[in-house]
C-alpha cells in the first residue's frame, strides 16, 4: 500500500503514508498495532488490503476501541499501486460523502470496481 500512498499523496495534500514527513510516529513497516491507535486517534480514514485485518483479535479491538474508519481494496486479483490510485480517485466523491455519512468510526468500506460497500466488523 505504499506505492498507492506515495501515488495518492502526489494528487492530493490530504494524504499520508508511513514515512510521510508529516507523520514520522508512523514508519514504513510498522505492525498494525502500532499504527492503527496513531491513524483513529487522527480521525484518518486508512486504505488498506490486509483481507484478516478486521478480524484478528488484537486488530479487532483496535478498530473497536479506538473508532478506526478503514476503507479496503476487495477484489479477487491484486492491483497495483496506479491500479488502486485510479479506482479510489474514480470513487473518491462517493467516498468522501460515505466518510461524512458513516462519521465516527469503527468502520470499514471495501472498495470495488464498482464502488463502495459497508462490511461489517466481525467480533
Known sequence: MLGFGKLLSAQRD?????????????????LDIEWMPVVAGRGWVVFHRDRRIRTRPAEL???ASEGLKAVWFAGR???A???????????WGRLEREVVRLGPGPW???????????VPLRR
Do not use: C, M, T, W
Open 14 to 30: 490530504d494524504v499520508v503514508y508511513p514515512g510521510h514527513p508529516a507523520v514520522p510516529d508512523i514508519l514504513p513497516g510498522a
Open 61 to 63: 479491538e483496535i478498530f
Open 77 to 79: 486479483k491484486d492491483l
Open 81 to 91: 499501486p496506479r491500479q488502486q490510485l485510479e479506482l479510489a480517485l474514480r470513487h
Open 108 to 118: 470499514a468500506l471495501n472498495l470495488v470496481d464498482s464502488g463502495l460497500r459497508a
